[in-house]
């Protein structure tokens, strides 16, 4: 399938989910099967324009990902065209807007989610990344501010762009993650409106509820967020459905949660010994992530509570290498 030119092997894409959509996680994701495009996680153009080498891990190999997609939230033209410039030494694929992100934060900084309620702003911002990136352009929003009512607006500034492919979060920026908001009529609405490609996105945790999506909504390609934590196997399931029409049942336990962590282990190995230096210090970085991996990939499996809570009172990698082994001796 093709966003905009460029040709991936699926149309599922892993969303960029900050904190946990880190290298070795989308390493690790396809390791279980094919995953069109995944993403780099927000990064503020204040803080490339500040301080760039604070966004180095964020950015380390990412040539080794591709096809991928790094994401950029602010809303000050100087910043992003800076950060666009600070990027075009690397090789990735999309540059994607943030125009959805509902935290406080981005709220008050009239970034993010902001900006659906500023056309005005989203659309010049618009205009410089395509002006001045060499990477495909694509924005990510969700279905409106309040409500839907801007997506007519909306639809006619992005035709008017040059914007490569948008992805939608089915859910309107105050309505955060509330799982009754989900609003697939209006994803169904903004794809009827639209030349570019459209990925759809929000609450696919199953190969039906995948299916029900695109066979709702006819976009082009699907996001998955927050199921891949804990079900990195979620590509491949809904892969096999949509081609095969058969459904593969996640079935975790005890051995198939060791031979995860320890794959886990070997990618976020294989990310820092890759050459360049990493400019974090190792065994910190490794503890984060394999223990922050190691709770999700409890999913389902008995005595997860426990398990998960063992895991969650370590506080150095010796100690939550003590607790596999207790948990897997056992
Ligand atoms: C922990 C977390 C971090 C997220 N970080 C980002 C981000 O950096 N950029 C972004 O566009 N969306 C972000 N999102 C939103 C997701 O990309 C996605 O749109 C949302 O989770 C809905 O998809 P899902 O139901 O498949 O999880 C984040 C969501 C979560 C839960």
Redesign the pocket.
């Known amino acids: 399938m093709k966003l905009g030119t460029l040709v991936l092997e699926n149309n599922l894409l892993l ?6 959509t880190t290298a070795p996680y989308r390493r690790f994701c396809r390791e279980f099967g094919k995953i069109g495009l995944v993403s780099v ?2 990064l503020y153009t204040k803080r490339i324009q500040n301080n760039p080498r604070s966004v180095l891990s964020d950015l380390h190999k990412i040539e080794k990902e591709r096809p991928i997609s790094v ?1 950029l ?1 602010g809303s000050d033209p100087i910043a992003l065209r800076e950060s666009i410039d600070f990027l075009e030494s690397y090789q990735f694929d999309v540059l ?1 807007i ?1 125009a ?2 509902p935290s406080k934060k981005a709220i008050k900084a009239k970034e993010g989610g902001y900006l659906l309620n500023d056309l005005k702003k989203l659309s010049s911002l618009i205009k410089i990344a395509t002006k001045y990136s060499s990477h495909l352009v694509s924005l ?1 929003i969700r279905t409106g501010f309040k409500n839907s009512d801007n997506i007519n607006n909306l639809a006619k500034i992005v035709n008017k762009s040059s914007v490569d492919f948008i992805t939608i ?1 089915g859910r309107t920026v105050k309505d955060r ?1 509330v799982d009754t908001a989900l609003d697939l009529k209006a994803v169904k609405r903004l794809k009827e409106l639209l030349k570019i490609p459209v990925v759809g ?5 199953s190969p039906q509820s995948a299916k029900l999506f695109l066979d709702f909504t006819k976009v082009d390609a699907i ?5 891949s934590m804990g079900n990195p196997e979620i590509f491949h399931q809904i892969n096999t459905y949509l081609k095969e029409g058969v459904e593969q049942i996640l079935n975790n336990n005890l051995t198939k949660l060791k031979k995860h962590i320890e794959l886990y282990e070997h990618c976020i190995n294989n990310y820092l010994y890759e050459n360049i230096e990493f400019p974090y210090p190792i065994e910190r970085y490794k503890f984060v992530e394999l223990k922050r991996n190691s709770i999700w990939l409890t999913k389902n499996i008995h005595p997860s509570t426990e398990i998960r809570t063992k895991i969650s009172l370590t506080k150095t990698l010796d100690e939550l290498r003590d607790i596999f082994e207790q948990i897997f001796d056992n």
């Open positions: 969303a960029p989910l900050q904190k946990v996680p927000m994401q939230i994607d943030n959805g992100c990510k979060h993650f996105n929000g609450n696919i945790n996001m998955i967020g927050r199921e």
